[in-house]
């Protein structure tokens, strides 16, 4: 069915990096934008980033701006989210999700999430 | 910017209406009809309820309505059911490409 796949979760220490993958299936991935929204534990919701359905553009929160890098490859139907210089408060589950058809700014799609744990 | 404010929690008995109200500021929620709701299951992918203030994705029961007044948004449930027991997540855009979620609120069914 239609449906997103995160993946690339786990524990890293301060300081360190870590990419995570979302794989999508089922829909025609190019034809929309994508976000990564995380929720760390016992919070709630905090967007993270976004991209085009191309690509081109990417739009960042001030928590991650300069840390983290979205990127997608259309031709693997996978987004990517380049997460470096990792600190404590980076600890939570990372989710895709994907936009409205007509709109960037809801999403009608997401995955179950990864965690991503920094800890030394 | 700061999240979004939300009640963190409310509650209903079946067959009730609840609502859940998500207020933000002149700049989000007030200069833009671009509010959303999920809906989320601990563990489980959150589900998209409401889009753009007041609408209804396909296959999202009608007893989930959106509404906005000034800086405040609103997440009706009418005829309340047990399965509706789950944390609700209200989302606005708030210019400069930018996205503020609220704190979450936790729907208990009595």
């Known amino acids: 069915q239609v449906q997103l796949v995160e993946s690339g979760g786990g524990v890293v220490q301060p300081g360190r990096s870590l990419r995570l993958s979302c794989a999508a299936s089922?829909?025609?991935?190019?034809?929309?934008?994508m976000h990564w929204v995380r929720q760390a534990p016992g919070k709630g919701l905090e967007w993270v980033a976004v991209t085009s359905n191309d690509g081109s553009e990417k739009y960042y929160g001030d928590s991650v701006k300069g840390r983290f890098t979205i990127s997608r490859d259309n031709s693997k139907n996978t987004l990517y989210l380049q997460m470096n210089s990792l600190r404590d408060e980076d600890t939570a589950v990372y989710y895709c999700a994907r936009s409205g058809s007509y709109s960037w700014w809801y999403f009608d799609l997401w995955g179950r999430g990864t965690l991503v744990t920094v800890s030394s | 910017q700061s999240a979004l404010t939300q009640p963190a929690s409310v509650s209903g008995s079946p067959g009730q209406s609840i609502t859940i109200s998500c207020t933000g500021t002149?700049?989000?929620?007030?200069?833009?009809?671009?509010v959303s709701w999920y809906q989320h299951y601990p563990g489980k992918a959150p589900k998209l309820m409401i889009y753009e203030v007041t609408k209804r994705p396909s296959g999202v029961s009608n007893r989930f309505s959106g509404s906005k007044s000034g800086n405040t948004a609103s997440l009706t449930i009418s005829g309340l059911q047990a399965e509706d027991e789950a944390d609700y997540y209200c989302c606005s855009y708030a210019g400069r490409t930018t996205l503020l979620f609220g704190g979450g609120t936790k729907l208990t069914v009595l």
């Open positions: 002149s700049s989000d929620v007030g200069d833009f009809d671009l």
């Open positions: 089922r829909f025609t991935f190019s034809g929309y934008g």
